[in-house]
């Protein structure tokens, strides 16, 4: 081929694709109805405490045993627990624990899924077998006891990068199992759109492989991933709050919603305040995501 006809057909291919983006970055494009804004809103409300509430309580691990156990009050929006700690203040510090664990957990999994996804995808053959058989394997193993056995060869963990006390063994554990989902979503989106007349013409450009998986197939594939992401942050808060509730997650004295539950549990007929506060916490975070999963699931079936 003459030098003038490869920037001919470069110049067609990209013609074509102009012509058909309308296919291509959906995920860009969604937008919310009124149960996802109203979901957003709750959720935004999350981040701004879990940003800026620190700044504006108490120290949530400093004890006042001379007060433990206080009703609500003026000093103590909550009251406080069986070591005098201030719960609200608790429960504000708790947030972004979770929070940051939820969206890392999400983040990290969707990362590692759709490189993956998008090689057994794309590339099939071989390494999709290798890929998907490897998937299985993962999903086949008991998580509760690749979790117990992480956590005994780590130990207590002090803080890591952006990771709190205690929560780098579960984020291993959510990093090994949770790229299943990712990587399954990413190949079955791809195995639809890849021999598509876009990705073709793509091929015929003379594209690399890195640069149309990236640019021309997974703006189709990530859209409906990015639905289970977002309800998968608020499957990772609750995994969180459900380990740390058994006494197996982020250690004493760190504020954490499925501890401080656990904490608060054995004055549940006096002091109800100490379990149900964490227990709405986590009940409307799960909520607020579902409503803008479920928004977002809407907005793409249109």
Known sequence: ??????????????SYARRLGSLLPRATRLKLDRKGKFGAAILGAYVLVAFVGLYLVRDPVQQDLVHRLAGPSWHHWLGTDSLGRDVFSRLIAATRTDLRFGFL?????LAIGTVLGAVAGYLGGIADSVIMRLADLVQSFPVIL???GVAAAAGTTDSFLLLGPGELPIMIVFALVGWVVYARLI???I???RNMDYIDAARGGGLSTPRIIVRHILPNAIPQTVVYAVVDVGLAVLSLA???????????PNPEWGAMINDGQIYL???WWLVVAPGIAIAGLGIALALIGDGLDDEMRR
């Open 1 to 14: 081929m003459t030098i003038d006809g490869h920037r001919g057909g470069t110049l067609l291919m990209r």
């Open 105 to 109: 957990a999400m983040l990290i999994p």
């Open 146 to 148: 690749l979790f117990l």
């Open 187 to 189: 190949r079955s989106e």
């Open 191 to 193: 195995l639809r759109v």
């Open 242 to 252: 459900s380990i740390s509730y058994l006494g197996l997650g982020i250690p004493a």
């Open 269 to 271: 007929a006096q002091q």
